[in-house]
Structures are given as C-alpha cells and as structure tokens.
C-alpha cells in the first residue's frame, strides 16, 4: 500500500496559498480520479484509501496544520500499516525556483516545519519527499510568503507543475524504479 501525504494547513484562508502546494497536488490527483476525500479526526487527517491501476494507495491531507502534520502521517502509517518506503509526502520549498520540482528517498527538512515535524515524528529523514518550488520573496517575512496567496502569474508558471507532480505520483504507483523517477522529473528548468 502507498501513502501519499500532501501538506498544507486546512481552512479555506489558506486555500491557494503557497504553503499548500501539497494539498494542490492531491487535489489535483483527485480530480483526475473523481474522488473526494473523508474527513477522519481519529486520523487527523482528510484522506481516501482507493484503488489505481491495482494498486492500494491513500491519497491523504493532515488536518494538523503544517507544523504537526506528522501526527497524522504516523497515524496513517500506524492504522494502515504503511512501511515508510511507501511513503511519499509532497511539500512546497522556499529553496527552490518556482515552478522546479525536487523528488528526494531522504534528507533534510531544509526548514520547512511540516517536514521537520514528520522527521521528528519518524524518527528518522529516510522517506521520499516531492518537493515544489515556490521561491523566495526576500523583500518579504517568510512566514508572510508562504501564506500568501499565489499571484496569477505564479499560477500560470504552476499549473503544468501540478500536472508533472500528478504524472510523477502516477508512474510512481505504477511502480516506476525511484532512480528513474529522479532522472525524468527532477529537471533544473521547468519548460
């Protein structure tokens, strides 16, 4: 079974910003499946535990808020019975241009507290990450960049990312090797 765990905080104020390109990603999956997700607050998490091309997969968003989203992904892997090598957790990166996208089998949180949290949570940085890169505004806090909404510029430059990172998750349930996954996703320019 595979754990895809998109994050962001929930709320409609912070639909659309820049700290929820996880949730954009699973909403965008979803849409392409026809699915909708159940609120589970034992889990703390909105998720949908489905079938695709044969495989059990759960597309899932902690309800946690960003800083305690691993609550909810060990809950998940706890209740399902998820091994971490089937874990993929989509988050946004400061550290990254716009629009590039960055899949990783381990490493750091690189200071994004959803995924120090899940580090914390696991007790250890040996997990797939998709990260998406959402830049840096230095005139800017951080805090009030990543809050921000997108502009429709940003939009426009992300929307074929989304399609990406939905064809990455795909070929990635239909058991492509993850080596061949970092070769053909992690590119230095989106085009």
Same mark, same amino acid.
């Given at each position: $079974?595979?754990?895809?765990?998109?994050?962001?905080?929930?709320?409609?104020?912070?639909?659309?910003?820049?700290?929820?390109?996880?949730? @954009? &990603?699973?909403?965008?999956? +979803?849409?392409? !499946?026809? !699915? *909708?997700?159940?609120?589970?607050?034992? +889990? #703390?998490?909105?998720?949908?535990?489905?079938?695709?091309?044969?495989?059990?997969?759960?597309?899932?968003?902690?309800?946690?808020?960003?800083?305690?989203?691993? #609550?909810?992904? @060990?809950?998940? $892997?706890?209740?399902?019975?998820? *091994?971490?090598?089937?874990?993929? @957790?989509?988050?946004?990166?400061?550290?990254?241009?716009?629009?590039?996208?960055? !899949?990783?089998?381990?490493?750091?949180?690189?200071? #994004?507290?959803?995924?120090?949290?899940?580090?914390? #949570?696991?007790?250890?940085? *040996?997990?797939?990450?998709?990260? &998406?890169?959402?830049?840096?505004?230095?005139?800017?806090?951080?805090?009030?960049? &990543?809050?921000?909404?997108?502009?429709?510029? *940003?939009?426009?430059?992300? $929307?074929?990312?989304?399609?990406?990172?939905?064809? !990455?998750?795909?070929?990635?349930?239909?058991? $492509?090797?993850?080596?061949? +996954?970092?070769?053909?996703?992690?590119?230095?320019? &989106?085009?």
């Amino acid at each position: $079974m595979k754990l895809i765990v998109g994050l962001g905080n929930p709320g409609r104020e912070y639909q659309q910003t820049r700290h929820n390109i996880g949730f @954009i &990603v699973i909403d965008r999956i +979803l849409k392409d !499946l026809s !699915l *909708e997700l159940k609120v589970d607050n034992k +889990l #703390q998490a909105a998720y949908i535990k489905t079938k695709i091309n044969g495989e059990d997969v759960i597309l899932a968003k902690p309800l946690t808020y960003m800083n305690l989203s691993g #609550q909810a992904v @060990i809950a998940l $892997m706890n209740f399902y019975k998820v *091994e971490k090598d089937n874990l993929i @957790i989509i988050s946004d990166d400061t550290a990254l241009e716009l629009g590039k996208i960055r !899949l990783r089998g381990s490493g750091s949180h690189g200071g #994004q507290n959803g995924l120090r949290h899940i580090i914390t #949570q696991l007790g250890t940085q *040996e997990f797939k990450r998709l990260r &998406v890169g959402i830049g840096d505004n230095n005139l800017m806090n951080k805090a009030d960049y &990543v809050l921000g909404k997108f502009t429709p510029k *940003e939009i426009d430059v992300l $929307m074929p990312v989304f399609d990406k990172c939905r064809d !990455l998750i795909f070929d990635w349930i239909n058991k $492509m090797s993850f080596e061949n +996954l970092m070769n053909k996703y992690n590119t230095p320019q &989106v085009k």
